[in-house]
């Protein structure tokens, strides 16, 4: 268990992560070894990652999630954030240049919602 | 306050000043009366008796000569509404002023009458009243300015109501028609407009219409880039419309990298390839 990293099974092959708080991104190395064992394990091929609490994005969580996408995209696993708030969106695209190297999405899509907690 | 000023301020105060009242009417129907039609005469001869008796008040209190009393805060209430009154009525600041001048000397000229002292040769007296009139004179202004600041603030609020006309022309498609210059203050309004709505109406896709649009620098050509890149980082889709010829070449010299964007020819264009990606297809009714 990593103090601030929920991740819950919503379907046969996605998840969803919802960091709190208290999740060090500065542990990057061992949180993405986590979530990566964890997503290979329950043959998953999408990872939802939920922003909602999240008010800004600046350049070392940025660093994180790209981090993390390029991770999931080396164990063939799609990483799509969603509800990204609108002035995380604006600083983000602040100061990004291309597209980020994961998708974005309004909300997960209601054929996965059958979720248990992993 | 010396002595003897206080002495003259309460031997005048002790006279039946209330006789006064209707002298005290005249520059108030000179200013807000008559051609300018702010006032009938009833409301300016309870404006004088209010006015006298809050002066009254002030000439009778403890200190006449405080600024930081109640009574001369009375005082400047007064005058800070009916500032406020004659400006929403549509009269200026200059007729407020003119007027409590005008009350000045009326009222001097009213006091020296009835108590029989010429003021002239009394310049302390003289000197008080002005003081006191001068500080009213402020109040007028303060009020003044604060009543142009509330309107200030109203016509911003309309401008960015206008400025940001979105609307949801379709479930999860949103509009937004740009007309006029685009600066970069307006593309921040927008902005936070259109990114709030994404947020509230979970919108998949956003037209922005820049067929009004006539002119833009190399700032606000950013900021819309910035735009359609935050619509896209939200999980939504955006099209940018009506991109004018001279539009686009300024677009293409400030090396503005549109491969990312969609763009239509048209509104209407922009609306089929928002109806197109939702799935939704629009054709006439089979005669």
Redesign the interface.
Known sequence: MIPGLHLTRIGREAFLLEPSRSLNIRDEARLVEHIAGKLQQAKASCLYYDLAELALIDPVYYAWLSALARTMAAINVRMICIHMQPTAAFSLSGFIAGNPPFETALDIPDVHFTGSPV | MNQKLSEKLSALFSLKIGNISPLLEEPGKIHFGSDSNLMDDDEIADLSAEFLSLMVELLGSKNPDDRKSLEFHALEMFFASLSHKILMRGGRVEEVVRYTQFLQYALIEALEKDSGILFTESRSVLHYFTSIFNELIMAVFRAYLEERERVLEAQEAELRETATPITEIWDGVLTLPIIGTLDSSRTMLV??AL??R??KD???VVVMDLTGVQNIDSQVSHHLI??V????????SAIITGIQPEIARALISLNIDLS?VTTRASLSDGLKEAFRRLGIQVSHKAS
Do not use: T
């Open positions: 902005m936070e990114l709030n994404v947020a979970h919108a998949d910035q735009i890149r935050a619509v896209q980082l939200m999980g939504s990312g």
